[in-house]
């Protein structure tokens, strides 16, 4: 199963290295990982998305916390959450099937971004079923490249996590 | 203290109702690192010179608080720092430079993070503009020990200094303890900064864990006055937590029986009736038979690894499972666990023993009595050849339980775990996670600073011995009274023994046969030694060492061929052991 783990660390240089070299020594997966900054600027949320039984998922949320620089995990596959992702898909189009590529990607809400001689850019935004959707929809007309950013997500309701406290106290 | 020669003092710039001192501190930033290590305490630091601390060693020269050990390799720096904080509860701090010199502290620094002792490591560092252009003697060292070190730090700021150095030491001792390390550009300990030792510390992602179970330790309370076959399991964190006077409590007044894993070794009294020696892979039968008998363990400050649980499927296989320990990522990591207790072991204990009504186990004593008598741990000792085990024997009787004790890693490791019966707390170190040879002599140099009247000795083997050789010279050079007692069988004999065992004799790389007088050796360093051949030299050879109050070896040619028993072989259950 995959769990979506959202990780508040220190904004400084080298945490994503400690992150994914644990990641890498202790042999877990990762299926996705998105970095940013918070509202605050000392402080990036990471979503990572794992594959793993509960024990591996047990074990990386202890071992993570263990990390100076990660401030709070939270496991939220279970909480009522926002989850997005973006794709880019530079598809292979010549005059004859643009009408075609253009229905679905509006089926999609996506966008067409970028027109060339022979192909286009499609930017679409969605959970994953969606960007997953999208791209398999496009596969017919020859799939040049893809981009993915990972999933990112969001808790919903009032703010979330004891961490949010730290981010309002925290000295500046 | 520098200060004095360099600082200088300007009027301060604080507003009215500041509480800072009207006159501030300016120093540089090596100057500024020694008074942080002032600050903390610290009294000896181990390390080795370089271009890149050039700047650090200036200030140290000055200061009149911190004695510094030149190592001969810097390897050795991070082991005396790690056998310093071992047997005096405080923490080491290594130096070495640039490049080699802190790649070269890399094995020292994983040591003492497998085994969870608090370090603190600095390192120099190539100015900052030069990081990343590979300069001359620059090297990643906090990308090389990030899988190896709690936490580390790379310095560009010369206000951080001070700070950086009170988390490192707050990092490196509270909670699980371990290395941190404070890698520290030339440049930034040249440039000034005012001394600030006020400053708040910031980590917000460093969580002490605190204690969680409290409903837990009421179950286990009560499971224990169920237990009519508890065995306590205890490890390394009895030390770390200096919780062996609670563990002494919770073994008398409930009658428990205590086995200690390698890295516990000394945290009971290993003449107490209720002690069963080490368990696992060489422990001892009783031990070994107790715990896979038993109905109740109880797992403190422990880690259930491999070497000491055998195949985990037939670990304790009839018993309720405790775990106890400060690191959360600990429990059911290995072996899945019915009661499990988050915090410091000391804390933990005391609860238990303020729950927990005390009760007697006279059936099952008696049963762990029985395996004792019919399988001691035994070796024949009928032969005029001297037996390895004999002159731990020996060293044992003579230092009455009471020296501080160094292993390197290998037979004579084991030997001195099962022969040599430690009564203090604290007093035997040894490689426990990485099995790092060549670890025992420089630890040995580390807890003879931490207790310069105590008797130290150093048990290695000829193997382990040529790894660090070359601190005869310090030992030397500071009169540290640290005796080496090596058991030469001219093998690299733990791994011959699995040849034996396993590869059908075939001795492939392990006949160390060619080697050097070491008496000589010694002797070219300045240190005194003896050879010893015949067992009835055995005793007068460590009387005469001890009561020397001098460096001093004794190169002790043991049987050859002499096997570690019990064995379980690896992966097997710890019910079958090789007897022997």
Redesign the interface.
């Known amino acids: 199963m995959k769990h979506t783990l959202s990780v508040l660390v220190e904004n400084r240089p080298g945490v994503l290295t400690r992150v994914a070299a644990l990641f890498a020594r202790r042999g877990y997966n990762i299926d996705s990982l998105a970095v940013g900054r918070t509202e605050n600027p000392d402080i990036s949320r990471m979503t990572i998305v794992v594959p793993g039984d509960h024990h591996v998922i047990e074990q990386v949320t202890k071992q993570l916390d263990k990390l100076i620089d990660v401030i709070k995990v939270s496991d939220i596959t279970k909480d009522e959450y926002v989850e997005r992702e973006l794709i880019l898909i530079k598809v292979g189009a010549d005059p004859s099937v643009r009408g075609e590529i253009m229905q679905i990607v509006d089926i999609f809400r996506a966008r067409v971004v970028d027109i060339g001689k022979d192909s286009l850019i499609i930017e679409a935004t969605g959970d994953l079923g969606k960007i997953d959707a999208i791209e398999n929809s496009m596969r017919s007309f020859g799939i040049i490249e893809v981009v993915r950013t990972g999933k990112i997500a969001m808790v919903r309701g009032p703010k979330h996590e004891d961490a949010e406290n730290y981010l309002s106290h925290r000295r500046l | 203290m520098a200060v004095e020669k360099k600082g200088m003092e300007v009027d301060g710039v604080g507003s009215v109702g500041d509480k800072l001192p009207c006159k501030k501190l300016v120093m540089n930033g090596a100057e500024l690192v020694v008074k942080a290590l002032e600050d903390e305490g610290v009294e000896v630091i181990f390390g080795f010179p370089g271009g890149a601390v050039l700047p650090l060693y200036d200030a140290l020269y000055y200061s009149e608080k911190i004695k510094h050990i030149l190592v001969r390799h810097e390897q050795c720096a991070a082991h005396a720092a790690d056998g310093y904080a071992r047997s005096s509860g405080k923490v080491g701090v290594c130096v070495a430079t640039s490049g080699p010199g802190a790649t070269n502290l890399v094995t020292g620094i994983a040591n003492a993070y497998m085994d969870s002792i608090p370090m603190v490591a600095i390192t120099g560092q190539v100015v900052v503009s030069a990081i990343g252009r590979d300069s001359f003697q620059e090297a990643d060292i ?2 090389i020990t ?2 190896i070190t ?2 580390n730090f ?1 310095l560009n700021d010369v206000e951080q200094i001070v700070p950086t150095i009170k988390k490192a030491f707050h ?1 490196a001792s509270t909670g699980r303890p371990g290395p941190v390390l404070i890698d520290l550009p030339r440049d930034i300990t040249t440039m000034e900064a005012e001394y600030r030792p006020d400053m ?1 510390l ?6 002490i864990p605190k204690m969680q179970g409290r409903d837990a330790l009421e179950e286990i309370a009560e499971v224990l006055k169920q237990s009519e076959k508890p065995v306590i399991y205890a490890g390394g964190g009895i030390l770390r937590s200096k919780a062996q006077g609670e563990l002494l409590s919770l073994a008398e007044k409930h009658d428990i029986p205590v086995t200690t894993t390698l890295m516990g070794k000394s945290c009971f009294p290993e003449n107490h009736g209720l002690s069963l020696g080490m368990l696992g892979m060489h422990g001892t039968v009783y031990a070994n038979y107790a715990v896979s008998e038993c109905d109740l363990l109880l797992g403190i400050g422990v880690r259930f690894a491999d070497r000491v649980t055998g195949n985990i499927s037939t670990f304790a296989q009839n018993a309720r499972v405790v775990h106890m320990d400060i ?3 600990e429990i ?2 290995n072996v899945p666990v019915d009661y499990e207790v988050v915090g410091d072991i000391r804390e933990i204990l005391s609860s238990l023993l303020r729950l927990a009504p005390e009760k007697k186990h006279c059936e099952w004593n008696e049963t762990i009595d029985g395996w004792k008598d019919k399988y001691p741990l035994h070796y024949d000792n009928s032969t005029d050849i001297i037996k390895p085990q004999y002159v731990i024997e020996q060293i044992c009787e003579v230092t009455e339980g009471r020296a501080y004790v160094a292993t390197e890693v290998g037979q004579h490791q084991m030997w001195a775990a099962q022969y040599y019966k430690s009564l203090m707390p604290g007093s035997f170190s040894t490689s426990g996670g990485l099995g790092t040879m060549g670890f025992g002599f420089p630890a040995s140099i580390g807890m003879q600073m931490a207790n310069p009247d105590a008797t130290v000795f150093n048990i290695a083997g000829d193997g382990s011995i040529q790894m660090n050789i070359q601190e005869l010279a310090t030992i030397a050079q500071y009169d540290l009274p640290v005796n080496i007692a090596i058991l030469n069988n001219q093998y690299l004999g733990m791994v011959r023994q699995w040849q034996e065992i396993f590869h059908g004799r075939r001795y492939s790389q392990t006949d160390m046969s060619h080697q050097p007088d070491f008496v000589k050796l010694a002797e070219a360093y300045g240190v005194e030694a003896l050879k010893v051949e015949k067992k009835e030299e055995v005793r007068p050879a460590i009387e005469k060492a001890v009561g020397s109050k001098k460096p001093f070896l004794m190169d002790f040619h043991v049987e050859r061929e002499e096997n570690v028993f019990p064995m379980v072989p690896p992966g097997g259950s710890i019910k079958k052991m090789i007897r022997g």
Not at chain 2, 202 to 207: E, F, L, R, S
């Open positions: 906090t990308g990030l899988p709690k936490h790379l990092i708040e910031d980590t917000p992602g460093y969580k690191d959360p990522a059911g990591k």
